[in-house]
């Protein structure tokens, strides 16, 4: 079972939990106790209901931040190897050699990024990210350029090469607990002291079991979006590899004459 599966599931446990515990209540305490409290319960009902629609909203709205920012950045590094592409092919054998780390650099972002099996891998250590910056660094200081036009091409491509890694530096690190586990954590607790006070207030039926159950359901559904668009290479909503395959292919084809 996929992990944000799992956690929506406990989730929706937890909140369903909370109005079974109210209903508990609302037998086990004296009646006049519930009677004088119900303006207490009501209010806090109130009050912990609008915080927890505010930050529902606020953390769906940040999580799909995550997943559209990844998107943008993934079609603005497509764009960025076109171009370093396009510069290599005028670089004779150079720019052919250029291409074989640019391709290895890509496949390793592609395991980094979706991992062997589907699955995403860690965030980019900042290690990784200096080692392939100081390789690429290291090959266009090694390469001797002949003419001023040859010179301009290494160093606008030595640019660009650059700019592609820590744009994959950037990515990985914004990868990095998008979502604080423990907010999540709070608004589960917040939702399941709701669906309380809605059982110490609530008739005891199967209608208001089946409604509070749907309650319970419905808020987990989300925190399931919010877990998947916070991890936009797994899962349900994840970016799909087509584009970065199909960059790794174009780079393993021989430069146009």
């Not at 059982?199 to 409604?211: E, F, H, M, Y």
Request: charged letters at 15%.
């Amino acid at each position: 079972m996929h992990t944000s599966t799992r956690r929506v599931l406990i989730a929706a446990c937890v909140i369903f939990v909370g109005a079974v515990v109210g209903h508990l209540l609302q037998e086990l305490l004296p009646p006049h106790h519930l009677s004088d409290a119900k303006s207490v319960i009501t209010t806090v009902q109130g009050l912990v209901t609008a915080l927890l629609a505010l930050v529902l909203g606020l953390l769906i709205w940040t999580g799909y931040g995550v997943y559209a920012q990844q998107n943008s950045e993934m079609m603005t590094l497509a764009g960025q190897v076109l171009q370093l592409d396009v510069l290599l092919d005028r670089l004779g054998a150079d720019g052919v050699r250029a291409r074989a780390l640019q391709r290895e650099q890509l496949i390793a972002m592609r395991k980094r990024f979706w991992g062997h099996d589907g699955g995403a891998g860690p965030p980019v250590p900042y290690e990784t990210g200096r080692a392939e910056l100081s390789r690429m660094d290291a090959f266009f200081a090694a390469t001797k350029a002949t003419t001023d036009e040859d010179r301009a091409l290494f160093d606008q491509a030595r640019g660009l090469a650059a700019s592609i890694v820590l744009t994959i530096l950037l990515m990985g690190r914004q990868l990095r607990n998008p979502v604080p586990h423990g907010l999540i954590n709070s608004v589960i607790l917040w939702a399941g002291l709701v669906f309380c006070c809605l059982g110490t207030t609530a008739t005891l039926s199967v209608l208001s079991i089946a409604v509070e159950f749907v309650g319970a359901l419905s808020v987990a559904s989300a925190i399931f979006l919010i877990l998947e668009f916070s991890q936009p290479y797994d899962g349900h909503f994840r970016i799909p590899p087509d584009g970065i395959d199909h960059v790794i292919a174009a780079l393993t084809q021989p430069p146009e004459a």
